[in-house]
């Protein structure tokens, strides 16, 4: 069984940073493609920033680009998500997905497991 466990979340103020990390278990982390999702209460859940099995190809979103840097530790099953510039449209809850191949996508049914999520809260 996989498991994703999210840390890292929290309350801080706009224009700090705070770098969200995913530990994973259950099956090899290598193999697959890693993604950081998020979602607002009453919203759909948006895509933030994948990156590939092998961690050499990643990309984000338009609206955290250049400010939210995803990156992965593969002997330690983890993918952690740096952000910096934080806004307040960046609150939300944070998840952190596994892909279904070593691709990194941008939609929903591209992952099969998701983490619990943690909470990102901006003050402005």
């Known amino acids: 069984q996989v498991q994703l466990v999210e840390s890292g979340g929290g309350l801080v103020q706009a224009g700090d940073s705070l770098r969200l990390s995913c530990a994973a278990s259950?099956?090899?982390?290598?193999?697959?493609?890693m993604g950081w999702f998020r979602q607002v209460p009453g919203k759909e859940r948006e895509f933030v920033a994948a990156?590939?099995?092998?961690?050499?190809?990643?990309y984000a979103s338009d609206p955290v680009k250049g400010r939210f840097t995803i990156s992965r530790d593969n002997a330690k099953s983890t993918v952690n998500l740096q952000m910096i510039s934080l806004k307040s449209e960046d609150t939300a809850v944070y998840y952190c997905?596994?892909?279904?191949?070593?691709?990194?996508?941008?939609?929903?049914?591209?992952?099969?497991?998701w983490g619990q999520g943690t909470q990102v809260t901006v003050s402005s």
């Open positions: 259950g099956r090899t982390f290598s193999n697959y493609a």
């Open positions: 990156i590939s099995g092998a961690g050499a190809y990643s």
């Open positions: 997905a596994s892909a279904r191949s070593a691709s990194p996508g941008q939609f929903e049914y591209e992952y099969n497991y």
